[in-house]
């Protein structure tokens, strides 16, 4: 049994809509890109995804590097560890 997100009453995985108050429930191919999405945010995949994806690396780094100043991640102290060895590893091939 699935639990409505509004009101918590339990329904059949095959409803589409809430018995008791009438909320559509997302469907699943919608939890799982939300899933998707949250997992790219909290991820080193996602990281080096949002990094790759840059216009450049260096432009990725410095928006990573944005992300990480505005302080929401809990994994900060990662990141910032990873960015440093990733220029690194940038500047070892560079030279
Ligand atoms: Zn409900």
Do not use: W
Not at 3 to 9: H, L, P, R
Not at 18 to 36: I, K, R
């Amino acid at each position: 049994m699935n639990k409505c997100q509004v009101c918590g009453a339990e329904h059949d995985p095959k409803e589409i809509r809430c018995a008791d108050c009438g909320t559509f429930y997302p469907t699943l191919a919608e939890l799982l890109a939300a899933e998707e999405m949250y997992e790219e945010q909290q991820t080193f995949k996602g990281f080096l995804k949002r990094i790759l994806g840059a216009e450049s690396v260096k432009q990725g780094v410095c928006n990573e590097f944005k992300l990480f100043k505005a302080g929401l991640s809990n994994t900060a102290l990662f990141t910032l560890y990873v960015i440093a060895a990733f220029i690194f590893a940038l500047l070892i091939t560079v030279i």
